[in-house]
């Protein structure tokens, strides 16, 4: 079988996500604020995986802190992979995959935007067609404002986590298509 692959492509416009049919792709959405240092790891691992070869089944979208204006692009896929931050007392930088059956089961110290992230998966819970959802948290310590630096520890797990998407996406893959 020859293995798909294509450049990433930087999405502008929400069209992007309707010009074909979706619901066979996985959509990894990375949620934060730039400007809050560590709260921001969401969409710098978007950043970083944007210079990766990705697989023709995986987009990447950086959601910025879009809340619920990401809805029509989430209901255009069958799988999403949601990255945040969360300030859940663990060491910052530890990566914890999470699928949650209802919105209850997110944990409720992911860390806040103008519409956190819970409340929008709560919103797609009321959808008609409710995609699959995996939830990447990575840990951290604090935010701080007006900086786009992360920590250490929390840079520190970048590729670790973009290794463990592009392996739970293969995963998911394999499985919705019954490949061997």
């Known amino acids: 079988m020859k293995k798909e692959e294509r450049a990433s ?3 502008s416009s929400d069209a992007y996500f309707f010009e074909k049919d979706k619901s066979e ?3 990894v959405l990375g949620i934060g604020n730039y400007l809050m240092g560590d709260e921001g790891v969401g969409v710098q ?4 995986m944007n210079t990766m070869e990705l697989p023709s089944y995986l987009d990447i979208l ?3 802190t ?3 204006l990401l809805l029509s692009c989430i209901e255009a896929y069958g799988h999403i992979i949601f990255v945040d931050a969360t300030m859940d007392g663990k060491t910052p930088g530890t990566i914890s995959l999470i699928k949650p059956k209802f919105a209850s089961d997110f944990p409720s110290a992911l860390s806040v935007h103008d519409v956190g992230l819970k409340d929008m998966i709560e919103a797609v819970y009321l959808m008609d067609s409710r995609p699959e959802i995996e939830l990447i948290t990575i840990s951290i310590a604090e935010m701080k404002p007006m900086t786009l630096e992360l920590s250490d520890e929390v840079a520190g797990s970048i590729p670790e986590t973009a290794n463990l998407i592009l392996e739970l996406a293969k995963e998911i893959h394999t499985k919705n298509h019954n490949l061997v």
């Not at 691992?45 to 970083?48: C, T, W």
Request: hydrophobic share 50%; glycine share 24%; no cysteine.
């Open 45 to 48: 691992l978007i950043q970083k």
């Open 62 to 64: 950086d959601g910025g």
């Open 25 to 27: 792709s996985i959509l």
């Open 9 to 11: 492509i930087a999405i």
């Open 66 to 68: 879009g809340g619920f």
